[in-house]
């Protein structure tokens, strides 16, 4: 069973809006910190932003102002609300979570292209 499942990516025009969300499965518990990294062709991947249980946001600046990271907690689920893309914005986004005991899980990726 897939530990995360990412949904809600696509292909947006600069400018446009986008919104991502992540579900957790039943494998994973006792989740700490979940958020989204991404990785664009030819780099490394990157944080975009983590939410740790009732802690506070953690942007990347390159997207601070434009993205909002949420989540559910009873249903263990991420959301991340993308305003304003531009083509450097175009990757594969990644959901992350870690548990209580610190083991790190991520999805399969969901492909974001914005399209200038």
């Known amino acids: 069973q897939v530990p995360l499942v990412e949904s809600g990516g696509g292909l947006v025009q600069a400018g446009g809006s986008l919104r991502l969300s992540c579900a957790a499965s039943?494998?994973?518990?006792?989740?700490?910190?979940m958020g989204w990294y991404r990785q664009a062709p030819g780099k490394q991947r990157e944080l975009v932003a983590l939410?740790?249980?009732?802690?506070?946001?953690n942007y990347a600046d390159s997207v601070k102002g434009r993205f909002t990271i949420s989540r559910d907690n009873a249903k263990n689920t991420v959301f991340l609300e993308m305003n304003s893309l531009n083509a450097e914005d175009t990757a594969i986004y990644y959901c992350?979570?870690?548990?209580?005991?610190?083991?790190?899980?991520w999805g399969q990726g969901t492909q974001v292209t914005v399209s200038s």
């Open positions: 992350y979570a870690r548990d209580i005991w610190t083991n790190e899980y």
């Open positions: 039943g494998t994973i518990f006792s989740i700490y910190t």
């Open positions: 939410v740790p249980n009732g802690g506070s946001t």
